[in-house]
């Protein structure tokens, strides 16, 4: 079972910033990959970024592309989710979303706001 804690979610206005983490500690060298989620109201989850931990490779939702920037830290088992100029269609809750050994696990979720 692989426990991830995230962090960094509120409220922020439209064109501002936040940062999300997730830290999956104690499990330094079997996670594969990590990805962050978002599902809005009354919409289904999707991918918002991916980074694999080997080789950094990420990919990124058409929608957050040259806005949302993922990173992770190895060292710390922390992986996260640079947002800037933030529109009020980035609402959502945000998950952290990890893959050890092909299966997934998910995080309890971050509330994001993009309200003026």
């Known amino acids: 079972q692989v426990h991830l804690v995230e962090s960094g979610g509120g409220l922020v206005q439209p064109g501002g910033s936040l940062r999300l983490s997730c830290a999956a500690p104690g499990f330094t060298f079997s996670i594969e990959r990590m990805n962050w989620y978002r599902q809005a109201p009354g919409k289904e989850r999707e991918l918002v970024a991916g980074i694999t931990t080997s080789g950094g490779t990420t990919n990124y939702a058409d929608s957050v592309k040259g806005r949302f920037t993922i990173s992770r830290d190895n060292v710390k088992n922390t992986v996260y989710l640079q947002m800037n100029n933030l529109k009020i269609e980035d609402t959502a809750v945000y998950y952290c979303?990890?893959?050890?050994?092909?299966?997934?696990?998910w995080g309890e979720g971050t509330l994001v706001t993009v309200s003026s």
């Open positions: 979303h990890a893959v050890r050994y092909s299966i997934g696990y």
